[in-house]
C-alpha cells in the first residue's frame, strides 16, 4: 500500500513561510487530484488547496494569495509553500490523493504561526 509521507511542518512566527512536502512511498496509479487538508484543534478538517495532474490549481478563500500549491517533476510529489503565515493558519496539515480507487492520506505535519 502506497503511503504519502508529509514534511517541512514546524513553529513559524506571524509573517513567515513555511513550504511543506508530500512524497508517496512508492508509485501511484491513476492519480488524478492532490490535495493539501488542514484540521485545527476543534475544528474540522477543511480544503486548503488542490492541484490536478493537468496542473489547475483551486485555494481556499483565506489562503488565496498568500499559500501557493505545485507539483515536483514526477508529479506525484506536491508542496505547499506558505508566506505571510497568521495564527489561524495553525493546524495539522494533511496531504491528500484521489486517484481511481481509495484516496490516500498522509499522517499529517504540524504547523504552529506563534510568536
Known amino acids: 500500500q502506497v503511503q504519502l509521507v508529509e514534511s517541512g511542518g514546524g513553529l513559524v512566527q506571524p509573517g513567515g513561510s513555511l513550504r511543506l512536502s508530500c512524497t508517496p512511498s512508492?508509485?501511484?496509479?491513476?492519480?488524478?487530484?492532490m490535495a493539501w487538508y488542514r484540521q485545527a484543534p476543534g475544528k474540522q478538517r477543511e480544503l486548503v488547496a488542490t492541484i490536478t495532474m493537468t496542473g489547475r490549481t483551486n485555494y481556499a478563500d483565506s489562503v488565496k494569495g498568500r499559500f501557493t500549491i505545485t507539483r515536483g517533476n514526477d508529479k506525484n510529489t506536491v508542496y505547499l509553500q506558505m508566506n505571510s503565515l497568521k495564527p489561524e493558519d495553525t493546524a495539522v496539515y494533511y496531504c491528500?490523493?484521489?486517484?481511481?480507487?481509495?484516496?490516500?492520506w498522509g499522517q499529517g505535519t504540524q504547523v504552529t504561526v506563534s510568536s
Open positions: 512508492g508509485s501511484i496509479n491513476s492519480l488524478y487530484l
Open positions: 491528500n490523493a484521489q486517484r481511481i480507487g481509495p484516496e490516500l
